[in-house]
């Protein structure tokens, strides 16, 4: 495994080459917008462009790229900016901290802080790129902001960086295997854990132990999100989640949960049929897989959400049976509240072009008014097709085959 260190002398988990490379490609896009200025206030495109990993974006902090620096800043509370030393590229010119006194204050807040930063360095004037759209931009930050920077002319950012990020690097590739590996035993044992008696809640206790200590030879983390369990016909909601109820005989278990290796998360979702599944549930399952498998067959560079999702449309209408919501999504770095990249999906109508070293999240579903079946798969765009980020076995799981 390659090292890489920071100005700091501390490992990192990507070069200062590859950081840079990103950096410059979102530079580019900020051209194409006329942004000279651009504040990024979600965590997961911090540490994209950063490598800035810590639980701290409850409060705020931005990363602000100028044109005509090589690194970006890193601004955010004084405590934090030990933790910006220990895993950014940056140096500490570029690490910048407001004190505590701007916390949970009623007289100060950080973005009156950011602005005079902007004004100090005489970027009042300039055109100046935000996440509008942003979980983590709020109406009150955008409001200081344009209050206290009144000469500059704000444009809407969203999803300049995720676009870049859609494009995985080989070492993303690398840790997105490892989050499958560990998505894989983690399916593993709760299927393991799952039978009628057992404590929902214990079942992804055993899911979560597994996330979080990984494999043997590949050390887990706590995920973005917490996985989607459901039972029943709850099944036929698809983002609700477990209780201490305990698993009965003859209802399906619905499994949504994802491996996170250096925040780069793997989905994955299996059902599991506490006893013998019926056959009208059986044929639902096989749709899903033969859906499944046809649009992976389909994926190659040059093709589009709305191709893919084409091909599982016919596949289903066979079996007259309809879907209107999309079938996945890209994937890659998680922070709360999801693992999803924003940009793009397979769905009808979706002309985005899908690029090699893409990865996408396939979860085509069927949810019934009953019950709900999900088999899905992670893959990467190559050359040659789809690659399966993971390899559990795809089909609805009974009391007998749960591994």
């Not at 490892?178 to 399916?187: E, H, P, R, S």
């Not at 979702?269 to 498998?293: F, H, Q, S, T, W």
């Not at 709305?306 to 890209?330: F, M």
């Amino acid at each position: 495994m390659k090292k890489f260190l920071n100005y700091f002398g501390k490992e990192i988990i990507f070069s200062n080459k590859e950081f840079i490379s990103r950096i410059n490609k979102v530079k580019f896009n900020m051209i194409k917008k006329k942004i000279e200025i651009l504040l990024i206030s979600n965590p997961a495109n911090q540490f994209y462009l950063t490598g800035y990993d810590g639980w701290s974006f409850y409060t705020p902090q931005m990363v602000l790229i100028y044109l005509n620096e090589t690194q970006p800043y890193w601004i955010g509370r004084k405590m934090d900016a030990v933790g910006a030393k220990f895993t950014s590229f940056l140096d500490k010119n570029h690490i910048i901290s407001y004190p505590d006194t701007y916390v949970a204050s009623n007289t100060k807040h950080p973005m009156n802080f950011l602005a005079e930063f902007i004004k100090q360095k005489k970027w009042h004037k300039k055109n100046i790129g935000v996440e509008m759209d942003d979980y983590y931009y709020s109406a009150k930050w955008h409001q200081i902001l344009k209050k206290n920077l009144s000469q500059a002319k704000f444009i809407d950012a969203f999803l300049i960086v995720n676009w870049v990020r859609m494009i995985k690097s080989d070492q993303e590739l690398l840790y997105m295997e490892q989050a499958g590996q560990i998505a894989n035993l983690a399916m593993k044992n709760a299927m393991k854990k799952a039978k009628p008696g057992i404590r929902q809640c214990d079942v992804i206790a055993e899911l979560n132990k597994t996330t979080t200590s990984g494999t043997k030879k590949i050390g887990g983390t706590f995920t973005c999100k917490p996985p989607n369990a459901m039972v029943g016909e709850y099944c036929s909601a698809p983002h609700l989640s477990w209780t201490d109820k305990k698993l009965k005989k003859n209802e399906i278990f619905y499994l949504e949960l994802g491996g996170a290796k250096h925040r780069y998360h793997v989905p994955l979702a299996r059902c599991i049929y506490m006893g013998k599944a019926p056959d009208k549930i059986l044929r639902v399952a096989k749709i899903i897989k033969e859906g499944l498998n046809s649009v992976l067959d389909k994926v190659k560079p040059g093709v589009t959400g709305h191709d893919l999702e084409n091909v599982w449309k016919k596949v289903i209408s066979k079996y007259k049976i309809e879907k209107d919501s999309r079938i996945g999504y890209p994937v890659g770095i998680g922070y709360p509240p999801t693992w999803g990249e924003l940009t793009t999906s397979l769905r009808k109508g979706d002309k985005n072009i899908i690029r090699e070293n893409m990865t996408f999240h396939c979860i085509p579903a069927i949810w019934m008014e009953k019950f709900g079946i999900v088999i899905s798969e992670t893959f990467v765009v190559k050359k040659n097709g789809a690659q399966r980020l993971t390899n559990y076995k795809q089909k609805l799981f009974d009391l007998k085959s749960k591994a």
